[in-house]
């Protein structure tokens, strides 16, 4: 600042905050938004590491449930870490009386019988048996069990890296879970189990973080014993239209993906000893078929979002999810008198809609 002869109130000028803001900036009190840190960059001719220290102890720990076929780069931890300690500010509304670290795994890892034997305590927890079908809000008390915050949010089908964002803030050993309702009720189920996963190995990261979420989702949502049996009728069908007709039925009972059933029923076989199923070289394209005849859950539970009101997406998502998010949202704003801006970072969302969100917060 010296040499570019700036001080805090040129910089706020230039910037259009305040010079509060700047010098909270500048003391690591707060953090700018993307927009105004590139700015900031720009009056100051620094680049991106030479202006932001990276060894922050305290930095939010994210990890994507990420779409098929793309690759978690930079700049998406970067703009989760922003939404992660944007998410900070909504700390003193938390609805709990105490707020402690929720039980974890020790050492998660994949192995077929340790994700048996964690699948059993978690389906004990909720009160279900191994040949139960997990409810979706079975998984939502889960969640709110482990004081892990849901935040239902619409980011679309196809156009995003990532379809669930899981959050964990070291300073205060908070969880923030991202789910994007603008998926397949089957994958949805299935994104919410494996972000439960997450909330359980904390310590985890990167790959294996998410190859454990996956795996644990699965041997949750379709154990052992359902894979056994499953692996009698599959077994028993002498041709491939019958067993993806028993496919069909099971994952439609369940309502957990096609995919899911395959998989956990194949593993079965090989942790017995068996010979696995063979669901025909065509299973892929099946799958995506039986997909096809569901509904997002988004368009399930708003209806067509053409018509789209944030009154009705607030209210419905809270009823649904049975999450505090909005509500802390309120209370924030009731504080502080501040605009749009905080909602369209948390939720990751134009600006028109963040305008619309705040609107029926305020």
Known sequence: MATAGLTQSAIAEALKVSKEAVSQWLNAKSFP???????????????????????DLYAPKVSFRRIQGTKTLDCHIKK???????????????????????????????????????????????????????????????????QAMIVPVLWGSK???????HIYLPDSQSTWVYLNLDVNIHDFKFWMAHELGHCLSPSLSGNEAENFADAFAGAL????????????????????????RNLERVAKKEIVSPDTVRKQVNKYAVSAGLSEIDFGKRIYGWITNFNKGYKNVSETLLGD???????????KTEEAFKTPFFDMLRQYHKQNQ??????????DMPLLDAKNIHAELT
């Open 33 to 55: 938004r993307p927009s105004k840190l590139l700015q900031l960059g720009k009056q100051l001719d620094l680049s991106f590491d030479a202006l932001v220290i990276e060894d």
């Open 221 to 244: 949502l379709f154990p052992h014993e359902k894979a056994k049996q499953a692996y009698r009728v599959f077994h028993a069908e002498t041709t491939v239209r019958g067993r993806l």
């Open 159 to 165: 156009k995003r890296h990532e379809n669930a964002v």
């Open 80 to 146: 989760a870490q922003e939404m992660g300690r944007c998410l900070r500010h909504l700390m003193p509304f938390l609805p709990f009386d105490t707020f402690e670290m929720p039980p974890v795994l020790r050492s998660p890892g994949c192995d077929y019988d340790f994700l048996r034997k964690v699948a059993a305590k978690v389906r004990h927890d909720i009160k279900l048996k191994d040949t139960e079908t997990i409810e979706f809000a079975h998984l939502i008390d889960r969640f709110y069990a482990l």
């Open 305 to 315: 979002q053409s018509d789209w009101n944030a009154r009705d997406y607030i209210r």
């Open 338 to 347: 501040k605009g749009p801006g905080l909602v369209q970072t948390l939720m």
